[in-house]
């Protein structure tokens, strides 16, 4: 059980038999009465988020789930991903992976919450380094303002990026945000 006390942005809890993460909090000690808790938290199996107030030494329960360090493989309809320790290969729909789907290269190492035998959320690695699939040609002018144009790279995604990007050039792009970092010598 955790205690109000011990909440964190991030902390995995458990309400009424549901997964649930922290993504704010704040502790409030009123000039009168007691001491509570305002919250934000996200449900990991539905995705949905609320508000939701606890008196201060409020205790919630610890939920039972664990992540696995897996390695994508390929998508066939399906997302398939290999356990690092154990070998064993096993797949995801297209709901379980939700907008991750746009990082997803082969090889890439990808932590899997599991809860209660079933994956619920993806941690992917910060940066992930793609090849370009489509890159329209740069147009000459007009580069004052700091100019972009889109390309796509290997996963489909669509990125916008700086004119001097060429269709032979790995970029590397943030997966929290779908931002264009940098360019990368391979």
């Known amino acids: 059980m955790y205690d109000t006390t011990q909440f964190r942005k991030g902390l995995k809890i458990e309400i009424d038999d549901a997964l649930w993460e922290i993504v704010d909090f704040q502790h409030v ?24 107030t606890f008196r201060s030494g409020d205790k919630v329960g610890t939920p039972q789930c ?41 090889s890439l190492k990808v932590g899997i919450l599991m809860y209660k035998g079933k994956a619920v959320a993806l941690d992917l690695p910060n940066f992930i380094v793609a090849k370009i699939t489509f890159c329209e040609p740069g147009v000459a002018g007009n ?33 929290r945000d779908g931002r264009y970092v940098e360019r990368v010598n391979r």
């Open 143 to 175: 580069t004052a303002q700091g100019a972009t144009k889109l390309v796509t790279v290997e996963t489909g995604y669509s990125v916008q990026v700086p004119l001097y990007i060429t269709a032979t050039d790995v970029l590397k792009i943030d997966t």
């Open 29 to 52: 000690k009123p000039g009168k009465g007691s001491a509570f808790v305002r919250t934000r938290i996200k449900n990991l199996q539905t995705l949905n988020t609320i508000d939701r």
């Open 66 to 106: 664990e992540e696995i360090q897996t390695a994508y493989l390929y998508h066939d309809g399906a997302y398939h991903f290999m356990n690092q320790e154990t070998f064993e290969t096993f797949d995801l729909d297209e709901e379980q992976v939700g907008d991750a789907k746009n990082f997803l290269v082969e």
